[in-house]
T-cell receptor, first 114, second 114 residues
C-alpha cells in the first residue's frame, strides 16, 4: 500500500474546525483513503473513507484533491473529546484476498484545548 | 450491541513465560486481524483470519508467535518464551467481510514482559 505523510502534531481550540492534512503522492487508482483515530488507551476507531469524491458523515468531512495526491480530514467543531491520534491510511479493497490489513503510520496527534 | 472484546486487558509476564491473549470479535464478522502496537507507534499488522482460515501471517515477528481461530469466532494469540521486546499493546479487530471498509477494534491487551 502507498505510504502517507502527516504532521506529527496539531493544536486546535475547542469549537473551531480542525483540518488535518495528509499527503499520499504515490496512491494508486484503486486505493481508498481511510481515516481512523485512536483516543488514549483505546483501540483505533474508523472515521471516514473515500476514493475521489469528497465525503461527509456525522463525524467528519473528507476532502480529496483532484489529483488524489493529498487529502484533508475536517472536524467542523472540535471538542475536547476529539483529542486523539489521527491516522491517514491508503488501502485497496481486495475481495477475498489477504493483505487487506490497515497499514498505520505514526499519525497526527491532535490536541484540542478550551 | 457488543463490540470487540479482549482479555486480559493487562498482562505482566516474566521473560520466558508463555502468554495467551483472547479476542472475541463481533458476532458474525468473518474477518479478524491482530495488530501489535509499540509505545508511541501506530499499530502494525500481525496476522489475518477469514473465518477459521489463517490467510496471512506475514506480520508475525517470530515463530514464538502463534494465532488460531478454530471455530471461526474467538481467536487466541499465543506468545511462547516471551522476551522484553514483546512488550506492547496487542489489538484485535474484526470486520464483516474481507473488503469491508470499517474494522472494529477492541481495547487491546497491554503486555509487559519483565
Amino acid at each position: 500500500d502507498a505510504k502517507t505523510t502527516q504532521p506529527p502534531s496539531m493544536d486546535c481550540a475547542e469549537g473551531r474546525a480542525a483540518n488535518l492534512p495528509c499527503n499520499h503522492s504515490t496512491i494508486s487508482g484503486n486505493e481508498y483513503v481511510y481515516w481512523y483515530r485512536q483516543i488514549h488507551s483505546q483501540g483505533p476507531q474508523y472515521i471516514i473513507h473515500g476514493l475521489k469524491n469528497n465525503e461527509t458523515n456525522e463525524m467528519a468531512s473528507l476532502i480529496i484533491t483532484e489529483d488524489r495526491k493529498s487529502s484533508t480530514l475536517i472536524l467542523p467543531h472540535a471538542t475536547l473529546r476529539d483529542t486523539a491520534v489521527y491516522y491517514c491510511i491508503v488501502r485497496a479493497n481486495k475481495a477475498n484476498q489477504a493483505g487487506t490489513a490497515l497499514i498505520f503510520g505514526k499519525g497526527t496527534t491532535l490536541s484540542v484545548s478550551s | 450491541g457488543a463490540g470487540v472484546s479482549q482479555s486480559p486487558r493487562y498482562k505482566v509476564a516474566k521473560r520466558g513465560q508463555d502468554v495467551a491473549l483472547r479476542c472475541d470479535p463481533i458476532s458474525g464478522h468473518v474477518s479478524l486481524f491482530w495488530y501489535q502496537q509499540a509505545l508511541g507507534q501506530g499499530p502494525e499488522f500481525l496476522t489475518y483470519f477469514q473465518n477459521e482460515a489463517q490467510l496471512d501471517k506475514s506480520g508475525l515477528p517470530s515463530d514464538r508467535f502463534f494465532a488460531e481461530r478454530p471455530e471461526g469466532s474467538v481467536s487466541t494469540l499465543k506468545i511462547q518464551r516471551t522476551q522484553q521486546e514483546d512488550s506492547a499493546v496487542y489489538l484485535c479487530a474484526s470486520s464483516l467481510d474481507s473488503i469491508s471498509y470499517e474494522q472494529y477494534f477492541g481495547p487491546g491487551t497491554r503486555l509487559t514482559v519483565t
